[in-house]
């Protein structure tokens, strides 16, 4: 782990929400990368560059404050995004990139703080970055009064897996929620595609 990278985590604020901010192309850019070109949730669900920044632009602008508060990026010297992390409680609206499947926003139990998602950028992996974002994630969770935290991963995502087990996460069950939405993936997939961690702080 290279401890030279110098990264602050900080939460989005309105400015951030703008349709022009830099920061916010950036979290696009990384969601795209992550998510919707590396490991996509649904294999009939693809986006555009354009459609993602759209998606977060109006989900995070029509968001209450304590959403922004929830979001935290990690960013270097000069401000570049490295990764971010997006929290979920009982009383924050769900996972602002899936406003249009309302069926797949979960909103935990009072007590509970789901990491709805955290993504580190590739020149950024294997330096702490991830790990000074799930710090920040159970920093938020205990200043909140939650008790546990809760996440899903990718099954096949076995790197991510293990960094969640190292940081106190242990497996609790298959996640089948995401199959409703894709009838393609039930029948392609014949392990289980997402667990569900949990943690207690």
Not at 76 to 94: E, I, K, R, V
Not at 135 to 142: F, P, S
Request: charged share 25%.
């Amino acid at each position: 782990e290279d401890r030279g990278i110098d990264v602050t985590v900080r939460t989005l604020t309105r400015g951030d929400t703008e349709l022009d901010s830099t920061l916010l192309q950036q979290i696009a850019a990384l969601h795209k990368d992550a998510f919707s070109d590396g490991k996509p949730t649904c294999c009939c669900l693809t986006q555009s560059m354009k459609e993602i920044h759209t998606t977060f632009q109006k989900g995070l602008s029509e968001s209450p404050d304590s959403k922004l508060e929830a979001f935290a990026c990690a960013v270097d010297a000069s401000g570049n995004l490295l990764g971010y992390a997006m929290l979920g409680f009982h009383d924050t609206p769900g996972d602002v990139t899936m406003r249009d499947f309302k069926w797949l926003q979960q909103i935990p139990h009072q007590g509970t703080c789901h990491l709805e998602q955290i993504a580190v950028s590739a020149k950024a992996r294997g330096k702490g970055v991830g790990k000074k974002l799930l710090i920040w994630a159970d920093t938020k969770a205990r200043e909140r009064g939650c008790k546990h935290m809760s996440l899903e991963v990718i099954s096949r995502n076995t790197n991510a897996k293990a960094i969640y087990e190292k940081g106190g996460y242990v497996t609790q069950n298959t996640c089948l929620r995401h199959f409703y939405m894709c009838p393609l993936l039930c029948c392609l997939v014949r392990v289980p595609y997402l667990y569900t961690m949990v943690k207690q702080l």
